[in-house]
């Protein structure tokens, strides 16, 4: 039966016609005791507010993560707030460097399961269970996501756990450094409140919306996804490569997911153009904007103001590569795509190529983050060779009709992967290759520490400006206790102060923003 939906005012009915009608933020988007949420359309209301409080963290989210890299750079027209991120003047002063939209969204969440849990124990008809289930595990899905972000970023975050009342002294509120999180968000996806986890789909088109906008369910949190990084950081690598072919494998189509061709060549720039529901999508969480709601990412404000460039070493790395023909250059993913030459300054082109009424996605979550994720755990746990044909030409080389040929032959390949073309393969360039690999005295450390290396250029490129490569970066140089794999090329960009920058980054202390959190 169709469902009629009426939303609450402080979200203006924006939902109900089309996906290029997103959220409308409004201070007023937050629950209160007073809400009585005595309507399903009142929880609807609830729900779709969560995720335009979600819509703020975009901007800071970005400029945290990428104007503290190698590739982003403040214009001189550019305000002080952004030249004090890039020089890691990180004074809680500056509006972008404290931590309070985050917490917002985490608070939300936590208020929503809360009143959604009420109201269901008082009457057990307003929601259905499917659809009960399937928003409180995609809000704390929102929630930890919220909370991982913060850890990579601070360092360490408060931990308001679902049993904290509103009246508790902050001051009682434990914050747990950043190890101590990960395996708190990983028990919280597993077992959540009152054993409902963060596993259960909703299909907001289906469920909420009843109009066939498969766009909304871009919006979400895909645990899986989100389960696959957060075993990353603990580096329990089996368990990511479990996680992260649940999500490769979720679809029989040999497209969906899969690295194909899908978007091979100049489709690629499609990923972040393209309307956000392609059912063929590589996207599971975007965080969208809307020109015809008036609503604008500040980070894409930015660019179009002329306040961020991209630093030299974006147009070097890009035009450096060899394609499969021996022409050189990275053109699909490069030069008019990721970047572009105005005057004497690189600009960044990727938030600027949307179409129509849409401007570019903040993208969470793709496809190629997963077979990112997927290639760093096998080179963990010693399948370097195998991990490399993902970064180059994929498995579809291997496939003879029926299986793959060895080595690629294990459970780990399965038969949905069988047009997988790899992550340069799909923009036509050539594999590379270390020669370590073919060096019989190498030991496996020697090639995974050159695969990572690789890796950490594939990123880069791929998905470059979408708060990627600095958290690789820093995971990467933890993990070999290389402190220089991040500070040599971040430091680079400083040129007459390289030194000095360089000094401060090899302590990894400076990796994180401290704020107070409670």
């Not at 750079?73 to 952004?82: N, Q, R, V």
């Not at 979400?220 to 089996?238: I, N, R």
């Amino acid at each position: 039966m169709k469902k009629t939906i009426y939303i609450s005012l402080f979200l203006v009915a924006i939902f109900l016609t089309s996906c290029e009608k997103f959220f409308t933020p409004d201070d007023n988007d937050v629950i209160r005791e007073e809400d009585s949420f005595q309507k399903r359309s009142e929880i609807y209301s609830a729900f779709i507010g969560m995720g335009a409080v979600f819509q703020d963290i975009a901007s800071q989210w970005l400029v945290l993560s990428e104007l503290r890299g190698d590739m982003l750079e403040p214009s001189e027209t550019a305000p002080e707030e952004l030249w004090s991120v890039y020089r890691y003047e990180l004074s809680e002063e500056n509006e972008l460097v404290k931590p309070d939209v985050f917490y917002k969204v985490i608070l939300y969440a936590n208020d929503f399961i809360r009143h959604t849990m009420e109201r269901k124990r008082e009457n057990s008809e307003i929601l259905e269970e499917n659809v009960y289930l399937g928003m409180l595990s995609q809000a704390l899905c929102y929630r930890n996501w919220c909370y991982l972000a913060l850890g990579k970023i601070y360092g360490e975050a408060a931990w308001h756990d679902f049993a904290l009342s509103d009246a508790i002294d902050p001051s009682d509120i434990p914050v747990l450094k950043f190890k101590a999180l990960i395996p708190e968000l990983i028990n919280s996806m597993l077992n959540g409140i009152e054993g409902i986890g963060g596993f259960r789909d909703l299909s907001w088109s289906d469920a909420i919306l009843n109009n066939g906008d498969y766009s909304w369910n871009r919006v979400v949190v895909k645990p899986q996804v989100l389960m696959a990084e957060l075993y990353l950081w603990q580096g329990d690598y089996q368990k990511v490569i479990e996680y992260a072919m649940q999500v490769i494998n979720e679809s029989s189509d040999v497209n969906k997911f899969k690295v194909s061709g899908l978007y091979k060549n100049g489709e690629w720039k499609k990923m972040i153009s393209s309307t956000i529901g392609n059912a063929i999508s590589e996207r599971f969480t975007v965080i969208p904007f809307s020109r015809t709601e008036n609503q604008t990412c500040i980070f894409q404000s930015w660019l179009l103001m002329d306040y961020l460039h991209a630093t030299a070493s974006v147009a070097e790395r890009f035009e450096k590569q060899e394609r499969s023909n021996n022409s050189a250059g990275d053109i699909w993913r490069g030069k008019g795509v990721t970047y572009s030459e105005v005057a004497d300054k690189l600009m960044v082109k990727k938030y600027n190529i949307a179409t129509g009424n849409l401007d570019a996605p903040v993208i969470i979550y793709r496809t190629a983050d997963v077979f990112f994720m997927l290639i760093e755990a096998l080179n963990r746990i010693g399948y370097s060779e195998e991990a490399l044909v993902l970064l180059n030409n994929g498995l579809k080389g291997y496939w003879n009709g029926s299986g793959f040929r060895p080595p690629y032959d294990n459970p780990l390949f399965t038969t949905a992967m069988r047009e997988n073309i790899g992550i340069r393969g799909r923009v036509e360039l050539k594999p590379v290759r270390p020669e370590v690999f073919d060096d019989p005295q190498a030991t496996p450390e020697q090639k995974a520490f050159a695969l990572d290396s690789l890796m950490l250029e594939e990123i880069a490129m791929e998905s470059a400006y979408e708060g990627k490569r600095w958290f690789t970066l820093m995971r990467l140089a933890e993990y070999w206790n290389r402190p220089e794999i991040l500070a040599d090329p971040v430091a680079a960009k400083f040129e007459e102060e390289q030194e000095k920058y360089r000094t401060f980054l090899m302590n990894p202390e400076n990796w994180f923003i401290h704020v107070k959190h409670n």
